[in-house]
C-alpha cells in the first residue's frame, strides 16, 4: 500500500494533528510524520513534496496555522493529492489558515477540510487510496457502520432519558 506523508509546520501543531495520526494506524496504512515550515524549512518541505511520488506516498497532508502556506507549497512540487487542514492558532481563530489553504491559484488545487480538521483530512486521504484497494474499502465501510451505531445507540440513551 502507498503511504500518506502527514506534515505540519510546527511541533506545537501535533497535538491537532493526533486524530489523524491515530485514524491513520488504526486502518493500517503506512504514514511518516514531519515538521516541515514553508517558511523556516522551505528547501526540506520542497525536497519532500518533490521525491514524494518516488518514496512511496499516494497522498499529502499538511497542517499549519496562521498563513498556512505549508499545503501550497508543497502541491506546488507534487501532482499528488494535497489536503490542507488549517488549524487554529492566532487571534483570528483559525480564519487566516482557512483562506490561505482554501484560496489556491488556478492549476495548484489543495483539497481543503475544516478548521482543526485533521481527522478528516486522514479519512480523506484513506478514501483516495481506497480507490484502489478493495480491503481498505471494506474497512471505511466497517467504519462507517460503527459510527452509525454509535449514533443510534446515543439516540435509544436519549430516548429511555426522556421516557419516549
Same mark, same amino acid.
Given at each position: 500500500?502507498?503511504?500518506? *506523508?502527514?506534515?505540519?509546520?510546527?511541533?506545537?501543531?501535533? !497535538?491537532?494533528?493526533?486524530?489523524?495520526?491515530?485514524?491513520?494506524?488504526?486502518?493500517?496504512?503506512?504514514?511518516?510524520?514531519?515538521?516541515?515550515?514553508?517558511?523556516?524549512?522551505?528547501?526540506?518541505?520542497?525536497?519532500?513534496?518533490?521525491?514524494?511520488?518516488?518514496?512511496?506516498?499516494?497522498?499529502?497532508?499538511?497542517?499549519? *496555522? #496562521?498563513?498556512?502556506?505549508?499545503?501550497?507549497?508543497?502541491?506546488?512540487?507534487?501532482?499528488?493529492?494535497?489536503?490542507?487542514?488549517?488549524?487554529?492558532?492566532?487571534?483570528?481563530?483559525?480564519?487566516?489558515?482557512?483562506?490561505?489553504?482554501?484560496?489556491?491559484?488556478? *492549476?495548484?488545487?489543495?483539497?481543503?477540510?475544516?478548521?482543526?480538521?485533521?481527522?478528516n483530512a486522514a479519512l480523506l486521504a484513506a478514501q483516495i487510496l481506497a480507490v484502489e484497494d478493495a480491503g481498505l474499502? !471494506?474497512?471505511? #465501510?466497517?467504519?462507517?457502520? !460503527?459510527?452509525?451505531?454509535?449514533?443510534l445507540a446515543q439516540d435509544k440513551e436519549l430516548q429511555q432519558k426522556r421516557g419516549q
Open positions: 500500500m502507498k503511504k500518506v *506523508g502527514v506534515l505540519m509546520g510546527s511541533a506545537s501543531d501535533l !497535538e491537532l494533528v493526533e486524530p489523524a495520526l491515530d485514524l491513520l494506524a488504526q486502518l493500517a496504512i503506512p504514514t511518516e510524520v514531519h515538521i516541515y515550515s514553508a517558511h523556516r524549512t522551505p528547501a526540506e518541505a520542497m525536497a519532500f513534496a518533490q521525491n514524494a511520488e518516488a518514496n512511496g506516498f499516494a497522498v499529502l497532508v499538511a497542517a499549519a *496555522g #496562521k498563513a498556512a502556506h505549508l499545503a501550497g507549497a508543497l502541491a506546488a512540487e507534487t501532482v499528488l493529492p494535497v489536503i490542507g487542514v488549517p488549524l487554529k492558532s492566532s487571534a483570528l481563530e483559525g480564519l487566516d489558515a482557512l483562506l490561505s489553504t482554501v484560496q489556491m491559484p488556478r *492549476g495548484m488545487p489543495v483539497a481543503t477540510v475544516a478548521i482543526d480538521g485533521a481527522y474499502r !471494506e474497512k471505511l #465501510k466497517e467504519l462507517r457502520r !460503527e459510527m452509525a451505531a454509535a449514533v
